[in-house]
């Protein structure tokens, strides 16, 4: 067969007219930790930001949308939470149609450059007319720093690229048929500062949410949320299955998601993505107790640009792997990987991966290592809920660094006050209010529920039934009212809906 390569975006950067997207956390609130760049950012208010409370609670326990006006005034009878945690069911297995990617991906840095081919194993759960990948290495803070993806179909398929990050290809697929997609492409690394997930410092790489990947939500269909220009994502996470072969210059070292079963290859099974740090660094490695009897073996790796020392952040990420594991059910993959690189403020979740910026060892240690249960293993359309993910780490940042109380007293930004639940988009004029009113505002509707330890029993409860999964509001919403049959009227006194 005649294999051609279509191009499909020769012209596509320089006509980027669409906000774009990084999977980022504002999780330390202090004015160093805000990024660098010329992009709105999701940043702390000042200090002095008058102290505001949440919207009061309504005092029904039905759902605001469906109570008459009067109603609501009306004192309901209260719904006491369970007084201990009732059973956690087993965790719920990773969707056996869940999609399949085999990537190789050839990293030169010294040209500025990372080559790419892919194959998608796909099977959607309902008839669709197209497959839709998102391209968030063209996201603005990316492209602004002077990189971008060039994306080439295999086959002859016709093609639509309705913005910068969306690529449609227009192949019917019959409910429960697999169809294979292969890419091919080229992505330019920035050459500016981009303090975000694409990035190269000399011979040092960030890669992440680099590649074409499957915008397919199970139940639902394709999520083509727009990008956002922050430091932050608009993302569907779909739990899949990575085979990745990965070149890159002799003398340097890789800390990935999955595992390297040889020199080069790398494994992962039911995560929401893959990405990869590249650089020279100082190794520390030990061991964590995942639970459930499990052992994670931990590394981190400080790149040799960066001053930090390795150890104490390997001594943070295993005690907080551990706490986590207890709390929320056992850390269900065998490693967790922690790159310290440059030029970033802050920190990024990939799963069993993260990418953490200079000075970061406090509260962003933890925060995203909460991630890997909040985004890794209950994955979400971070674009169209980004409170699921980013409220359910910071409630846990929280637990673990023994900060409930401070956190529940955060004043929330008024223009976001009682809408936690709302999607990026909302957020995209709104930068300054974002990390306050989903971030903290997020934390205190969870931790708002009844006490701290059932709160966590109920987050247990999210877990093993939405494992690997992407979960809504919905799904959330029923996993917490297990625990707390008031959780509806709770959350939605933060502007959290079902
Ligand atoms: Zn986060």
Not at 119 to 140: I, Q
Not at 455 to 477: H, K, S, T
Request: charged share 20%; hydrophobic share 40%; proline share 11%.
């Amino acid at each position: 067969m005649r294999r051609r390569l279509r191009n499909l975006s020769a012209a596509m950067v320089a006509a980027l007219v669409v906000a774009g997207c990084g999977r980022g956390d504002e999780s330390r609130p202090r004015p160093s930790a805000q990024p660098a760049t010329s992009a709105p950012a999701a940043v702390e208010p000042a200090p002095t930001t008058p102290a505001e409370e949440p919207a009061p609670p309504p005092t029904t326990t039905l759902p605001a949308s469906t109570v008459p006006r009067a109603a609501r005034v009306q004192p309901a009878p209260a719904q006491p939470a369970a007084a201990s945690c009732p059973a956690v069911p087993s965790r719920v297995e990773p969707r056996p149609d869940r999609p399949a990617y085999q990537l190789r991906v050839d990293v030169r840095p010294g040209e500025g450059l990372v080559g790419g081919r892919q194959s998608v194993r796909f099977t959607p759960d309902l008839a669709t007319d197209r497959v839709v990948f998102r391209l968030w290495a063209n996201a603005p803070r990316i492209v602004n720093a002077g990189g971008g993806i060039e994306v080439f179909t295999e086959d002859d398929v016709p093609v639509e690229r309705p913005d910068p990050t969306t690529l449609v290809v227009k192949k019917p697929v019959a409910a429960g048929q697999t169809v294979t997609i292969g890419l091919v492409w080229n992505l330019t690394l920035p050459t500016g500062v981009s303090n975000d997930r694409i990035s190269r410092s000399g011979d040092t790489v960030r890669l992440g949410s680099f590649f074409p990947v499957l915008a397919w939500h199970p139940g639902l269909g394709w999520a083509t949320e727009p990008a956002t220009a922050g430091f932050a994502e608009a993302s569907l996470s779909l739990p899949a299955d990575f085979d990745v072969t990965l070149t890159i210059p002799q003398g340097l070292e890789v800390l990935a998601t999955g595992v390297s079963d040889r020199p080069g290859h790398w494994v992962a099974s039911g995560v929401p993505d893959w990405a990869v740090s590249v650089g020279d660094f100082k190794l520390a490695t030990g061991t964590a107790d995942g639970g459930g009897g499990s052992r994670v073996a931990v590394t981190v790796g400080v790149d040799r640009q960066v001053g930090d020392a390795p150890g104490p952040y390997l001594e943070k990420s295993i005690a907080v792997l551990a706490d986590f594991s207890r709390r929320f059910g056992p850390y269900p993959w065998p490693s967790y990987s922690l790159a310290i690189t440059p030029r970033l403020s802050g920190g990024i979740e990939y799963p069993m991966h993260v990418m953490q910026g200079p000075g970061t060892l406090g509260r962003t240690t933890s925060h995203e290592v909460a991630h890997m249960w909040f985004y890794g293993l209950v994955a979400t359309n971070q674009g169209a809920h980004p409170w699921i993910d980013e409220g359910l780490a910071t409630y846990a940042e929280a637990r673990y660094e023994k900060a409930l109380e401070e956190l529940k007293a955060k004043p929330v930004p008024a223009e976001g006050r009682g809408r936690a639940g709302e999607p990026m988009t909302f957020w995209e004029s709104r930068p300054a209010a974002y990390y306050r009113s989903v971030y903290v505002q997020g934390a205190q509707a969870v931790a708002a529920l009844g006490p701290p330890d059932l709160v966590d029993c109920a987050l247990r409860q999210l877990v093993a039934r939405q494992a690997y999964r992407i979960a809504g509001p919905g799904e959330v919403l029923g996993a917490l009212t297990t625990v707390f049959p008031d959780a509806g009227s709770v959350l939605a006194r933060y502007g959290i809906h079902g």
